[in-house]
């Protein structure tokens, strides 16, 4: 079954706080020590024997190495206990292999000494993805990649969630992005009604977040921004596609150019049978919508034609 971590508070104490305690516990030892050796080297200087006060003089070595043995048993212990924590770091504290909480706060702290401490950054990272090959949705093979800016927010899930929380975001990142490569089409002639990869950057960008978040949900990521940072065709293809976008583009200018020409023809005649100034018949209208188009469409300067008769001799 699994263990559900979540992160939580560790106990921990100030280290300055400690370390005071630990030197003063040593000198007043050392003190005792050697006063208890000066006062038995007095006796055995006058002559006096150390059992006329104490037992025996191997209760004497006894107490005195009981002394010294507890003096180390506390103190070089609690030595391993101190840590340090730097800004935008977090510190997890396991002690006989279950977790005891991490702790965030930067400064120098003291804790269990026989707790593990496993450090973790919770600075900002970028992840920059390899290029990736992927068909899009319409099957054309396609060059994509993204950059991932990312963080821990639970230090306890992406110690203990994963082996590798780094490496399960590189993983997942280019993943999600092969994913959101075979949704959507490289390009769209009409981006409301079929969104595509280079039409709608935002939304592509929020989608691939979304879907990045919910991936690394379980290792204690956020992910705080993924967009994409390289997007074209593949180069076998790329040539064509080129020329059909220029065809495209060559397609759209023309009929631009004739819808303005038909409007411009149509306001000419609506203004000549308005004001009355020519009296035309149909033909005479066919031929002048020609002569107009013809001008206006024109990629190069028409020569004007001069007509010394009539249009019907």
């Known amino acids: 079954m699994e263990q559900k971590i979540k992160e939580f ?13 630990v030197v003063a516990l040593t000198l007043l030892g050392g003190w005792y020590l050697r006063s208890s050796v000066q006062g038995l080297e007095a006796l055995l200087a006058r002559g006096l024997k150390v059992t006329d006060f104490i037992g025996s003089d191997d209760t004497v070595a006894e107490f005195i190495a009981w ?8 103190i070089i212990p609690s030595l391993s206990g101190f840590f340090s924590v730097e800004p935008n770091q977090a510190v997890v504290l396991v002690l006989f292999g279950k977790y005891m909480g991490t702790v965030r706060e930067s400064g120098f702290w003291w804790t269990n000494p026989f707790a593990s401490k496993q450090k973790i950054s919770l600075r900002v990272r970028n992840f920059n993805s390899k290029i990736i090959k992927v068909n899009d949705a319409e099957g ?3 060059e994509i990649a993204a950059v991932v ?3 821990v927010f639970d230090s306890a899930k992406s110690k203990f969630a994963v082996d ?21 089409p490289y390009d769209s002639p009409d981006e409301t009604q079929t969104p595509s990869l280079r039409g709608i950057p935002d939304e592509i960008a929020h989608a691939l977040q979304t879907e990045l978040q919910a991936r690394l949900e379980v290792t204690g990521v ?15 293809i790329a040539q064509m596609m080129l020329r059909r976008q220029q065809a495209k583009a060559l397609i759209d ?13 149509n306001e000419a005649l609506n203004r000549l049978s308005q004001e009355q100034m020519v009296n035309l018949d149909d033909e005479r209208k066919a031929s002048m919508i020609n002569n107009l188009l013809v001008v206006l469409t024109s990629e190069q300067t028409a020569q004007p034609v001069i007509n010394a008769g009539t249009l019907y001799n």
């Open 164 to 184: 590798d929380y780094e490496e399960f975001v590189a993983i997942q990142s280019e993943t999600a992005i092969r994913s959101l490569a075979i949704r959507y």
């Open 253 to 265: 200018a023309r009929r631009q150019i004739v819808e303005g020409a038909v409007g411009m023809v």
């Open 9 to 21: 508070p560790a106990f921990k104490v100030n280290g300055f706080i400690i370390l005071a305690v």
């Open 140 to 142: 054309s093979p396609i």
């Open 149 to 151: 800016v990312w963080q």
């Open 67 to 74: 002394l010294a043995a507890t003096l180390l048993v506390v």
């Open 222 to 236: 956020e992910v705080i921004e993924a967009r994409l940072s390289h997007l074209a065709y593949a180069p076998e």
